[in-house]
């Protein structure tokens, strides 16, 4: 007996969130719907994928909670190994893990509301706007909405227990 063994739900929190990060390098977000591929483009394509993963699993139960969480723990475990492989030292990162936590908090509440505001797609472009291009000039907010809204009906189409069995599948950018 393994006094330590990882419980199945990490395993499968981290391929999820692997499959996130995955679509959220697809280069077409980058060259067809013009994302900036900076280090805060990425950031906010990496967490707008997470997203979209924890809209799906939320209120499906405990099981789906967990898994949840597994997500959530390798999504802040990645964030946290970043900062440091980009230099941030070990007294600075936990000031900026929270800031980086407060910053994807309000970005869950903002994404859930405007996907709860549905067809209207307006809240939904001012988030784009506002986090995946700030600072870019006549980007294709349209575009990128449509997106997001398409692989979030993709993720509702996907059988439960596949995404908690760790499988999961993105719609083509």
Known sequence: MRLFRKRPTVETGRRLYAACVNQARSPELYTELASPDTVEGRFELYSLHVILLLDRLVRQGDEAGEVSQGVFDAYVRALDDALREMG???LSVGRKMRKIGEALYGRLKNYDAAFREQPDADSLETILARTVYEGVEHPPVEAM??????????????SLRSLLDGELSWAAP
């Open 145 to 158: 909405a449509a997106y997001v809204l398409r692989q979030k009906a993709h993720l509702e189409a996907l």
């Open 88 to 90: 941030v030292g070990d």
